[in-house]
């Protein structure tokens, strides 16, 4: 796939190329060769990422990939060079905050809001990393960069569609439409640009990725990367003799069907509750405190690693900012003995997006609501949320939803030139909790 990408890129017969991929397909070590390759021309090559953890991981990834590369990293006047990338800094490695002061590095990576502030300078390379997270209204203020050269667009179509903080209805329908994807709008106005399609997962088990190509990317299916023999977990032995012993029983059993099929559901009674739902978030954090007491061990015979399931390498998934709070909370209080809960990554689907562990707890978005709406169905937070785990993911919700799903109408305008998404909200959420086997 790599060489087919490379072939039309150094062609230079088209202006762009597109590569959509599934979660955890290799996108970021698919730019890291392709930087190097385009490198290698003698043109200058310009990375586009869309946040400050993106733009740094390409830095780590490409100095240690490609040391004989110089590269300058684009910044913000008050950004703070991070720990792992302060040792690498020198001839090899530039930081500075003009784009005239990085005149010597063959390739130059910022966020997109910092290349959008650069008004000089030309690249005859440009590679867009999630792309599809990327505004066209952003694209249009970095376009003039690479006007002449030919530009590299690498994102997840299925994941969370950019937002904007004002109403975008009138543009909606526009060819223009300053809202749209950056793909979504080259893509409209250059129909012929090739497009590549990654195969394979490599980050979701093979439990895992036929539910997330079925539910999410019917058109684009795709399969895991590894075998069910290359990856296991296994949970230590159940503790006993508390009070709450009834509710350890089924967290515990909840935690061995996850380790046996992938997949478990934690159910909680029919309820219409308030957002920060005290039991659901109550149950997410006790779920991680059972992974860590039972030590888990997570093996990819592949990967070639075999390492306990550390409180770093469990995330908690929620839709909104105060749902994560409340986690956050609920992990401290319980983190009496010292055992590290407080290090659980706790965040809403946006701020996961692009990262990967090898247990995952989610909050289901539509767990207790009276109603369903079009933030909570939307098809990108839920795919996020089912697609951060190497290994197992648990899924909190009450009993319900698909009732609710069921009775809830359509109730979203339907607009004159906007493409049908599909698969919509519903579906997507019906065929998980089929999957699951959610009341």
């Avoid at 599809?132 to 002449?148: I, K, W």
């Avoid at 508390?242 to 046996?260: F, H, N």
């Avoid at 478990?264 to 149950?283: F, K, N, S």
């Amino acid at each position: 796939m790599i060489e087919a990408v490379a072939a039309d890129l150094l062609s230079r017969a088209h202006r762009g190329v597109i590569v959509d991929s599934p979660p955890g397909a290799g996108k970021s070590t698919l730019v890291v060769e392709l930087s190097g390759r385009l490198a290698a021309t003698g043109e200058r090559v310009m990375i586009v990422a869309q946040t400050n953890e993106q733009v740094d991981d390409l830095v780590a990834r490409l100095a240690s990939a490609h040391p004989d590369v110089v590269l300058g990293r684009l910044t913000a006047g008050d950004y703070e060079v991070p720990e792992r990338l302060a040792p690498l800094r020198g001839p090899a490695l530039m930081f500075a905050s003009k784009l005239t002061e990085l005149a010597a590095a063959d390739v130059v990576l910022a966020t997109a809001a910092k290349w959008a502030l650069v008004k000089d300078g030309e690249f005859a390379w440009a590679i867009l990393d999630e792309a599809y997270q990327m505004r066209s209204d952003g694209l249009l203020a970095v376009a003039p960069r690479f006007a002449n050269g030919t530009a590299l667009f690498v994102g997840d179509p299925g994941q969370l569609d950019p937002f904007a903080t004002v109403e975008t209805d009138a543009w909606a329908g526009s060819a223009w439409d300053p809202s749209d994807s950056a793909v979504a709008v080259v893509r409209m106005h250059n129909p012929h640009l090739p497009v590549h399609r990654l195969p394979y997962s490599w980050r979701l088990p093979s439990t895992a990725a036929p539910l997330v190509a079925k539910a999410f990317y019917p058109f684009t299916p795709f399969d895991a990367g590894s075998d069910a023999q290359d990856r296991s977990l296994t949970l230590g032995a159940r503790e006993g003799g508390s009070a709450d012993s009834a509710l350890e029983d089924t967290l515990d059993d909840v935690l061995d069907r996850a380790a046996d099929e992938g997949w478990a559901w934690h159910g909680l009674p029919a309820a219409h509750v308030i957002r920060t739902d005290a039991e659901a978030v109550e149950a997410c954090a006790a779920l991680a405190d059972r992974i860590v007491r039972r030590g888990a061990e997570a093996v990819d015979r592949g990967a070639g690693y075999s390492r306990t399931v550390s409180p770093d390498r469990i995330a908690i998934g929620t839709a909104h900012r105060d749902q994560a709070a409340a986690v956050r909370a609920a992990l401290a209080r319980r983190d009496r003995a010292q055992r590290g809960l407080t290090e659980v990554t706790v965040d809403t689907a946006n701020r996961l997006q692009g990262r990967e562990y090898d247990v995952t707890i989610v909050l289901h978005p539509l767990s207790g609501r009276r109603d369903a709406t079009a933030f909570h169905l939307e098809t990108g937070r839920l795919c996020v949320l089912l697609s951060r785990h190497r290994h197992a993911c648990i899924v909190v919700g009450r009993a319900g939803i698909a009732d609710l799903l069921d009775a809830h109408p359509h109730t979203e305008p339907v607009r004159l030139g906007v493409p049908v998404k599909f698969p919509d909200g519903w579906a997507a959420h019906q065929a998980v909790l089929a999957h699951l086997g959610a009341a």
